[in-house]
């Protein structure tokens, strides 16, 4: 396989090239081009992809003389998936019913994104407003008979591909965490609210969270940092974010850290479940105090809580569109369907259960800096197979962060992943472990290519 700079590089590393002279924002403008070419025809990755426009945009940058005066992500290209508003792009959020529909503004995501020097390359595939399906045009890069995901999996694709060094995703039950594990590149999933939604299609208000995925694991911490918010408009977070006795490891004593199966344990096959035990007893000598923990019992309810506020939400979101069903999935109405019979009273009940259980979740595991679980039950299934249900959900519900990391690989050889997950607002010491993973060699620097 010929070299892939994105693939190759870091975003820092590139930051680097550009700052030596070495690459010109021309040379990474060909290179996003050239590997859009060689591989969107097979994987279809993209919704929306113009060479024109994305050669328009480089040629407006003005690369500063010095690596210090560089914008975290100048000259760097990254997709959007297609349910965030762009200007310069059709936003159509994997529907017909909203084919050649234009935003005329950018989610603040991507606002953020170009004000630090991003390039938006074009926009990702995403499934039919973003909820979950079990077949679109995307192919898992790996084996094409597999799927990449949900709806993220555009974003994934055009990642394990090297067309781009990050894609932004989003994530309402597993869909930055599932295509990540599938096609073998890191996800991000930061706490629920610390990036902001303003600008993108909204599907369950108390689930929907911002994220990305990406090459390297060096890319999470400057990607993350672009797109969070910040100030004294967000006290909360602020407040969490700077608190360095819940953000920063006290390098003197052992990570704490605990192993958590969850209730999704039984259907992992056992590859899986042997994969992630060994893996776990790697980590008693060097400098980690590992637990096996056990959730309480009343966690095991997240499932069905979450499919009550997510069809609930959708029926009224998405009440216009139900109105045209001739044009939506079957599933899609289905799931409307579903939410519409659900009652005001039910729906109140299963907020207040969701709050209960975040409450309860963080004292569980206050005194870990992490936990550490499967991204997925293993190994993508063939197309059009439901996948087996797995912790990603469970945790996007307690509103938890969360990497996924190319760890593993299945008896046939495709990837998933192992799951870090850190406490509610505790980003940066979950970012902070990763790293340490990283420089220690239990964790890769970067995805490697599907052969």
Same mark, same amino acid.
């Given at each position: 396989?010929?070299?892939?700079?994105?693939?190759?590089?870091?975003?820092?590393?590139?930051?680097?090239?550009?700052?030596?002279?070495?690459?010109?924002?021309?040379?990474?403008?060909?290179?996003?081009?050239?590997?859009?070419?060689?591989?969107?025809?097979?994987?279809?990755?993209?919704?929306?992809?113009?060479?024109?426009?994305?050669?328009?945009?480089?040629?407006?940058?003005?690369?500063?003389?010095?690596?210090?005066?560089?914008?975290?992500?100048?000259?760097?290209?990254?997709?959007?998936?297609?349910?965030?508003?762009?200007?310069?792009?059709?936003?159509?959020?994997?529907?017909?019913?909203?084919?050649?529909?234009?935003?005329?503004?950018?989610?603040?995501?991507?606002?953020?994104?170009?004000?630090?020097?991003?390039?938006?390359?074009?926009?990702?595939?995403?499934?039919?407003?973003?909820?979950?399906?079990?077949?679109?045009?995307?192919?898992?890069?790996?084996?094409?008979?597999?799927?990449?995901?949900?709806?993220?999996?555009?974003?994934?694709?055009?990642?394990?591909?090297?067309?781009?060094?990050?894609?932004?995703?989003?994530?309402?039950?597993?869909?930055?965490?599932?295509?990540?594990?599938?096609?073998?590149?890191?996800?991000?999933?930061?706490?629920?609210?610390?990036?902001?939604?303003?600008?993108?299609?909204?599907?369950?208000?108390?689930?929907?969270?911002?994220?990305?995925?990406?090459?390297?694991?060096?890319?999470?911490?400057?990607?993350?940092?672009?797109?969070?918010?910040?100030?004294?408009?967000?006290?909360?977070?602020?407040?969490?974010?700077?608190?360095?006795?819940?953000?920063?490891?006290?390098?003197?004593?052992?990570?704490?850290? /605990?192993? !958590? &199966?969850? %209730?999704?344990?039984?259907?992992?096959? *056992?590859? +899986?479940?042997? $994969?992630?035990?060994?893996?776990?007893?790697?980590?008693?000598?060097?400098?980690?105090?590992?637990?096996?923990?056990?959730?309480?019992?009343?966690?095991?309810?997240?499932?069905?809580?979450?499919?009550?506020?997510?069809?609930?939400?959708?029926?009224?979101?998405?009440?216009?569109?139900?109105?045209?069903?001739?044009?939506?999935?079957?599933?899609?109405?289905?799931?409307?369907?579903?939410?519409?019979?659900?009652?005001?009273?039910?729906?109140?009940?299963?907020?207040?259960?969701?709050?209960?259980?975040?409450?309860?979740?963080? /004292?569980? !595991? &206050?005194? %870990?800096?992490?936990?550490?679980?499967? *991204?997925? +039950?293993?190994? $993508?299934?063939?197309?059009?197979?439901?996948?087996?249900?797995?912790?990603?959900?469970?945790?996007?519900?307690?509103?938890?962060?969360?990497?996924?990391?190319?760890?593993?690989?299945?008896?046939?050889?495709?990837?998933?992943?192992?799951?870090?997950?850190?406490?509610?607002?505790?980003?940066?010491?979950?970012?902070?472990?990763?790293?340490?993973?990283?420089?220690?060699?239990?964790?890769?620097?970067?995805?490697?290519?599907?052969?």
């Amino acid at each position: 396989m010929k070299t892939n700079l994105f693939l190759e590089k870091s975003i820092q590393e590139i930051r680097q090239c550009y700052a030596s002279g070495s690459l010109g924002v021309s040379d990474v403008a060909e290179e996003c081009i050239a590997q859009y070419k060689a591989h969107e025809p097979t994987v279809c990755a993209y919704e929306d992809f113009d060479e024109n426009l994305l050669r328009a945009s480089f040629r407006k940058i003005r690369m500063p003389a010095s690596l210090d005066q560089m914008r975290p992500l100048e000259g760097i290209p990254f997709g959007v998936k297609d349910v965030f508003n762009t200007r310069d792009y059709h936003t159509q959020m994997g529907s017909p019913l909203w084919k050649g529909f234009t935003a005329g503004n950018d989610a603040r995501t991507v606002h953020n994104c170009l004000q630090a020097g991003g390039v938006i390359s074009g926009k990702t595939v995403t499934a039919e407003f973003a909820v979950h399906t079990l077949l679109n045009k995307t192919v898992n890069p790996h084996d094409h008979s597999r799927t990449p995901g949900t709806s993220s999996s555009g974003s994934a694709v055009a990642v394990a591909m090297g067309m781009v060094p990050f894609a932004l995703g989003t994530q309402t039950a597993g869909s930055i965490i599932r295509p990540a594990s599938f096609c073998g590149v890191y996800g991000f999933k930061p706490s629920f609210g610390l990036v902001p939604r303003t600008g993108v299609l909204k599907t369950t208000d108390p689930l929907d969270t911002i994220g990305f995925l990406t090459t390297h694991c060096a890319n999470l911490r400057p990607v993350f940092e672009t797109i969070r918010v910040k100030g004294a408009n967000y006290p909360i977070s602020n407040a969490v974010l700077r608190d360095t006795t819940r953000q920063r490891h006290v390098h003197d004593r052992p990570w704490k850290v /605990a192993f !958590v &199966r969850t %209730y999704t344990w039984p259907e992992a096959p *056992s590859y +899986a479940q042997d $994969a992630i035990t060994t893996y776990v007893d790697k980590f008693s000598n060097v400098g980690c105090d590992v637990t096996e923990l056990s959730l309480p019992a009343v966690f095991t309810q997240c499932h069905e809580v979450h499919e009550t506020i997510y069809d609930k939400s959708l029926s009224y979101y998405f009440q216009h569109e139900f109105g045209k069903n001739e044009h939506i999935s079957a599933m899609m109405k289905e799931m409307i369907e579903k939410g519409l019979s659900i009652s005001d009273e039910a729906f109140l009940t299963a907020l207040c259960t969701q709050s209960a259980l975040i409450e309860s979740f963080d /004292a569980v !595991v &206050r005194e %870990y800096d992490v936990i550490l679980s499967l *991204s997925t +039950a293993g190994e $993508a299934p063939l197309r059009g197979i439901t996948e087996n249900r797995d912790p990603s959900l469970i945790w996007t519900f307690l509103h938890l962060p969360v990497i996924s990391a190319p760890v593993f690989k299945s008896p046939s050889g495709l990837p998933f992943g192992l799951q870090l997950v850190g406490r509610k607002y505790n980003d940066l010491l979950l970012l902070q472990f990763a790293e340490w993973l990283c420089d220690n060699g239990f964790i890769p620097k970067r995805c490697l290519p599907p052969c």
